[in-house]
């Protein structure tokens, strides 16, 4: 027997409280505000605010270098050569050029985000779209077909006058989406400002996205699982590599024999400490017989800290299929363009692996959007088909070389051809209306494509003039 609404709520809200201190964690990481980490807590109470942690942001280096590949350039329904125009306006019409590149980047930081389909408010406008975040938003999967069986998105609004925030939340349920607010007493009822949205879709129009997905963990994990023990050691010896810099990084001088009046200024006001420290030149009356003597401590030096950061730095490259010139590791002989390529192959790879699962996502939110607006589930859209942007760095003249040949040689047509160049969706349809608008003007032109088309026509297995009667008969 199914849940009650208020029952299903519940259960979301105290799965997502489950997860958020971790993904909040992750979130902090990729921000740039970690813990301290391999710090004495001693220390940390002693010095207070005078100890800046040095941090080092791998975590953002990590997701960014894979993000920043991973660019929808439309969708294609198989059997037809031309992306979808109609899914590719809703698309732009949500702006999910920017909301997915955030979604690719949250789900990669925190595992999974998520996007959230709706009939749009405004009339005679396409559906709303929208990328969620992990830390408002959570969804159950039915363990058997992996579906979301409902979800949940929460929100804070100001409370009237002084009153405390008013906590919200939307429960999306297979046929209809119902709307909470929290009362003062911590209930969850009814919102008086929506009513229920009995949409009847039958499925929850919710779709996860999810980086590193398992059989056993269908929500995904971290990115930054694998980096962030390296980043905690790397902030550690960079903090102890600052501080040894403000202690030791200078000759330390000692004297002997010497008491307050000796370290004054001309006019007899005592000179401060760094002036003690560094960069003045100590004069005094006092002799050796006298008891008088300095001298200094040779600097520390900071070399082996350099060391054990550039040992962590590989780490992290190895781990993530970085080029090391990525994690500021320089090269003696640098690297010729075709080695700097096949650095990049890991990465290329990585990259087009996480596109796999991200593909999956896109294609089942467009095929929400074209429900809200058909009324139907179309059978056809089962084989829809994500474009992206290529992951790899090939100079443009290297990518028109390469499909310039491909085109020439017959493997591939014209349209395939600039995509293949890097052509958005819209570069090309207008390349293409131009090209139409060409021909119509040049009768020459149109002559020739006739009769080239008649030639292919001709020669065609079965057809009138290529040897073949085209009956089962044979000949008379």
């Known amino acids: 027997m199914p849940l009650a609404p208020e029952h299903q709520l519940a259960r979301l809200v105290a799965e997502h409280q489950r997860d958020l201190r971790q993904l909040r964690e992750f979130a902090d990481y990729y921000d740039n505000d970690p813990p301290y980490a391999y710090m004495v807590p001693e220390l940390i109470a002693e010095l207070g605010d005078r100890l800046q942690q040095l941090l080092i942001n791998w975590p953002r280096l990590v997701v960014d270098t894979a993000e920043e590949r991973a660019d929808v350039l439309g969708f294609r329904v198989a059997g037809v050569p031309k992306a979808d125009g109609d899914l590719w306006d809703i698309w732009q019409a949500n702006n999910l050029d920017e909301a997915s590149s955030q979604a690719h980047t949250d789900a990669m930081v925190m595992g999974r985000a998520f996007m959230i389909i709706s009939a749009n408010p405004e009339p005679d406008r396409p559906p709303l779209i929208t990328a969620e975040s992990p830390l408002e938003t959570h969804a159950i999967l039915d363990p058997a077909t992996r579906r979301v069986t409902s979800a949940y998105k929460a929100w804070t609004t100001d409370g009237d006058g002084d009153g405390p925030p008013v906590e919200h939340a939307t429960l999306y349920l297979p046929n209809e989406t119902r709307w909470y607010v929290k009362t003062s007493g911590g209930e969850w009822v009814d919102d008086p400002e929506f009513e229920a949205d009995e949409h009847q879709l039958g499925r929850v129009p919710v779709v996860p996205i999810v980086n590193r997905p398992r059989l056993r963990r269908p929500l995904g994990q971290s990115e930054l699982v694998d980096v962030i023990p390296l980043v905690n050691g790397a902030n550690k010896i960079g903090t102890d590599m600052m501080t040894s810099a403000e202690f030791h990084s200078m000759p330390r001088r000692w004297a002997l024999g010497f008491g307050p009046e000796d370290f004054q200024d001309a006019q007899g006001r005592p000179?401060?400490?760094?002036?003690?420290?560094?960069?003045?030149?100590?004069?005094?009356?006092?002799?050796?017989?006298?008891?008088?003597?300095?001298?200094?401590?040779?600097?520390?030096?900071?070399?082996?800290?350099?060391?054990?950061?550039?040992?962590?730095?590989?780490?992290?490259?190895?781990?993530?299929?970085l080029p090391p010139t990525y994690m500021g590791l320089s090269f003696d002989n640098p690297p010729s363009a075709d080695g700097v390529r096949s650095l990049e192959a890991r990465l290329i790879k990585r990259v087009e692996r996480k596109s796999r699962p991200w593909s999956g996502s896109h294609e089942d939110t467009m095929r929400f959007a074209d429900r809200f607006v058909t009324g139907v589930w179309r059978p056809e859209l089962v084989r829809l088909e994500t474009i992206w942007r290529d992951p790899a760095t090939p100079t443009r003249a290297q990518a028109s070389d390469a499909a310039v040949k491909l085109y020439t040689s017959g493997i591939s047509t014209k349209r395939q051809a600039r995509e293949d160049v890097g052509y958005t969706v819209e570069q090309i349809d207008r390349m293409e209306a131009d090209d139409a608008a060409a021909l119509a003007s040049d009768p020459i032109g149109q002559m020739t494509r006739a009769l080239s088309a008649g030639q292919e026509g001709a020669s065609a297995p079965g057809s009138a003039g290529s040897g073949s009667t085209g009956s089962a008969g044979g000949t008379e």
Do not use: C, M
């Open 271 to 321: 000179v401060s400490t760094w002036s003690k420290i560094a960069g003045r030149i100590w004069a005094s009356t006092r002799t050796r017989s006298e008891g008088a003597e300095v001298g200094q401590f040779p600097e520390a030096d900071l070399a082996n800290f350099h060391s054990t950061l550039r040992a962590l730095a590989t780490l992290v490259a190895s781990l993530y299929g």
